[in-house]
């Protein structure tokens, strides 16, 4: 395993969190293992692990690219990581507002019922 790969592993793990992180390793098969490397190597190590951005920036990046690609369960995914490094219930709304307007309301639309699933399971919304 390359440097590169252990460090991606370990932001991948510090984003994603330890439970995702298990229940990921214990799905790892023969068929997986070169996707998951991939990942592990490229978009963990080399991209999430480079200086030039703080997590929490690079967190509301992505759910504004996950928004715009209809990319809800991979948005779910990444509305924990965006919690994990930070950022705030607004900040995520303001982003998925954003995207909403740029993106397409159906876009935005998705994106919103896949982060208030994420929220209300993590009890940080209320009844308006």
């Known amino acids: 395993m390359s440097d590169l790969q252990k460090?991606?592993?370990?932001?991948?793990?510090?984003?994603?969190g330890d439970a995702?992180?298990?229940?990921?390793?214990?799905?790892?098969?023969s068929f997986n293992n070169d996707a998951r490397e991939l990942v592990e190597t490229y978009c963990f190590g080399a991209i999430w692990g480079r200086?030039?951005?703080p997590a929490h920036t690079r967190?509301?990046?992505l759910l504004g690219m996950l928004t715009a690609l209809g990319k809800g369960a991979e948005l779910k995914m990444h509305v924990v990581g965006a919690l994990n490094n930070g950022c705030s219930v607004d900040e995520i709304k303001e982003v998925l507002l954003q995207a909403?307007?740029?993106?397409?309301?159906p876009a935005g639309v998705e994106a919103f019922r896949a982060t208030e699933e994420v929220l209300a399971a993590q009890n940080l919304i209320d009844k308006a």
Do not use: T, W
């Open 20 to 29: 995702y992180f298990e229940k990921r390793e214990a799905g790892r098969n």
């Open 100 to 105: 909403m307007v740029y993106c397409g309301v």
């Open 51 to 53: 200086p030039g951005l």
């Open 7 to 16: 460090n991606g592993r370990e932001v991948l793990r510090r984003v994603l």
């Open 59 to 61: 967190s509301l990046i």
